[in-house]
């Protein structure tokens, strides 16, 4: 089983508390010089979500299945502020990667044994901040599992710089793990813009080594979280084990 920390991280960026729940694998205690690669949760907020990931994570690890990573649950008092670009009436995005790329990694490098490898999970707006955080020039996270982003804000603003990101023939490696569902109105409004943008990526090649989507029929915006997930996981866990992103967790599974 999982140890949970809650924390009240003192932000300076922000000017006051923000909380964080962080999940330590049960191999954490078990191999004490190992250091463990770090999977980011937005809307921790929201429980079910850091249940669900800290408990497939340490099902699969366990299971020799899958590799363990620390999980790092951020809470989001205001989504929309978090999660939408500075250029939205709503959005502070910016300031929201600021934090997580400074004040938050940060305290993960003093206090735990933390690897060079980061993932990014983020569903609905989450995979929109996640999303938007993979394609800057620096990027906190390696990977990301975007499960149903909104790519419609704002005329389909983001849809256009994931574009011009793979367009620019980016020369980091970066693993877009993109997963939907069909089943409900949200769905409905949000998958054919992905779908739209994925076949436009495919032009480029680059895009087609990088960026992988997926549907599942008859999921709709909530349940397609744990199934989106669980692939997304198994996906990076294959990929972990045949290239060298992660010196911590370069080692195939036993």
């Known amino acids: 089983q999982m140890t949970k920390d809650e924390i009240e991280l003192t932000s300076t960026i922000y000017n006051k508390k ?3 729940s962080i999940f330590l694998p049960s191999r954490y205690e078990i ?3 190992k250091q463990f690669d770090v999977m980011y949760v937005l809307d921790a907020q929201y429980e079910p979500y850091t249940q669900i990931v800290s408990s497939l994570v340490e099902y699969y690890s366990n299971a020799q299945s ?3 990573f620390i999980i790092v649950g951020i809470h989001s008092p205001n989504r929309w502020d978090d999660f939408l670009p500075n250029d939205n009436p709503k959005g502070g995005s910016a300031i929201f990667s600021q934090f997580l790329n400074q004040e938050v990694e ?3 490098v ?3 044994r933390v690897g060079n490898m980061r993932v990014g999970v983020g569903h609905s707006l989450g995979g929109t901040l996640v999303l938007q955080e993979m394609i800057q020039s620096k990027s906190l996270f390696q990977a990301g599992i975007i499960i149903s982003p909104n790519m419609v804000y704002s005329d389909n603003e983001l849809a256009k710089h994931v574009e011009q990101y793979f367009e620019s023939k980016p020369e980091t490696y970066r693993y877009f793990y993109v997963r939907g569902g ?6 409905q409004l949000f998958t054919p813009q992905i779908e739209r943008t994925t076949e436009k990526l495919m032009q480029f090649p680059t895009a087609k080594e990088m960026w992988n989507y997926l549907t599942f029929e008859g999921q709709n915006h909530m349940s397609t979280f744990p199934t989106s ?4 996981y198994l996906q990076i866990t294959n990929l972990l084990q045949f290239s060298s992103l992660s010196i911590s967790n370069a080692e195939k599974l036993e």
């Open 18 to 20: 923000r909380k964080l």
């Open 31 to 33: 191999d004490t010089t």
């Open 66 to 68: 899958a590799i363990p």
């Open 106 to 108: 940060s305290y993960l």
């Open 110 to 112: 003093k206090n735990y």
């Open 182 to 187: 069909t089943a409900d109105q949200t769905e």
């Open 229 to 232: 997930f669980l692939d997304g």
